[in-house]
């Protein structure tokens, strides 16, 4: 994972791997937002972190991606990158993250480290709504940050959704979190920090990241343009197989992609309206010269509040991390709907 695969969070990449460039980076730190963006980058600074031939281009800082710890890094496989993550009871008292580690490290490599508490279940397949890390996790944390580096540089360990952390494991945790070991560098990721302890707060430095990014960047339209009007087509006419396949691709993206595709929908229907109602010139650039000609006449005050309303529902459960394919699902109802009434 480079910083350069992270949309709308450069600002952020650049301070951290500053901070790696001066010498000063804090043994404990949270990276606090959006989970579809808190793993990708805490993926990204260990690789920076790692890196032999570190790469600045434009004023922009980046891993090479080629070295070979750049290489372990994004395979999941350096010997001095640790994971732990909550993990479902399973019927045994002596549960840990341990058991369930190789299941991780696919799960990270499947969704591109962008997956939700929700997906991570699913794809463990178990319908526990609550997981734990426990006090074995947090013994093992403090056991392999006091070994000696495998490959004589930094011991890295990343706390998962540290929020789920039970009381015994945090206590155990504190004075490690306090007094690391020289070249060690401790990562939570997590959206919220509601139910941590104050105790753990006051020894992390927390990193806030940036709201994931609206509008219609030239990335956004490559990858979401030509999947939108595909979609936008099949609701006109709601043939089910047809509109069942698109709604597969939708719920195929990753947490991330899905919020960044509803947004630049949201976008391109506010000027589709501004285009019909306003007379204002309309350029959607989708790159299908039809649909773009076709389409603003689609958006009228008769419906631009019920499709804004579907749009950010939408949105909404995604963000709450409810089924996508459920979620898209419903959405192409309404937009069906309100496309109609015109």
């Not at 790692?50 to 090479?64: I, Y």
């Not at 994971?83 to 190789?102: K, M, R």
């Not at 991330?256 to 630049?264: D, F, G, H, P, S």
């Not at 989708?286 to 949105?315: C, R, W, Y």
């Amino acid at each position: 994972m480079q910083f350069k695969d992270i949309v709308g969070q450069q600002d952020i990449a650049d301070r951290l791997a500053a901070a790696i460039d001066s010498g000063r980076v804090s043994h404990a730190q949270m990276l606090l937002g959006d989970l579809s963006v808190g793993m990708p980058m805490a993926l990204a600074y260990m690789q920076y972190l790692c890196c032999t031939d570190r790469r600045h281009v434009d004023g922009h800082a980046d891993s090479c991606g080629q070295c070979p710890s750049c290489k372990k890094i994004s395979q999941l496989q350096h010997p001095d990158l640790h994971l732990v993550f909550p993990n479902p009871p399973n019927g045994s008292a002596s549960v840990s993250c341990a058991d369930y580690q190789v299941q991780y490290r696919d799960f990270l490599l499947e969704k591109r480290a962008a997956g939700s508490l929700e997906e991570w279940h699913a794809f463990v397949g178990t319908d526990v709504k609550t997981s734990l890390i426990r006090e074995r996790d947090a013994a093992h944390i403090v056991e392999v940050l006091s070994l000696k580096p495998y490959e004589g540089g930094w011991r890295m360990l990343v706390i998962w959704k540290p929020t789920t952390l039970n009381a015994a494991a945090a206590n155990e945790l504190l004075k490690t979190l306090e007094e690391p070991m020289p070249q060690t560098l401790i990562l939570m990721v997590d959206d919220t920090d509601e139910g941590l302890l104050p105790t753990i707060k006051s020894r992390v430095q927390t990193v806030k990241l940036l709201p994931v990014a609206a509008g219609r960047s030239a990335e956004d339209t490559s990858l979401f343009a030509p999947l939108i009007v595909g979609w936008l087509r099949m609701l006109f006419k709601l043939k089910m197989r047809e509109l069942a396949a698109q709604v597969d691709k939708l719920a195929a993206l990753n947490r991330q992609q899905q919020k960044q595709m509803l947004a630049y929908a949201s976008s391109l229907v506010r000027d589709c309206f501004l285009c019909s109602a306003a007379g204002l010139p309309c350029n959607l650039g989708s790159g299908d010269e039809k649909f773009d000609a076709q389409f603003p006449k689609m958006i009228t005050v008769n419906n631009i509040e019920s499709i804004e309303s579907a749009l950010d529902e939408a949105l909404f459960a995604i963000e709450r991390n409810a089924n996508a394919k459920i979620a898209f699902m419903e959405l192409s109802f309404r937009m069906s709907k309100a496309l109609k009434k015109r």
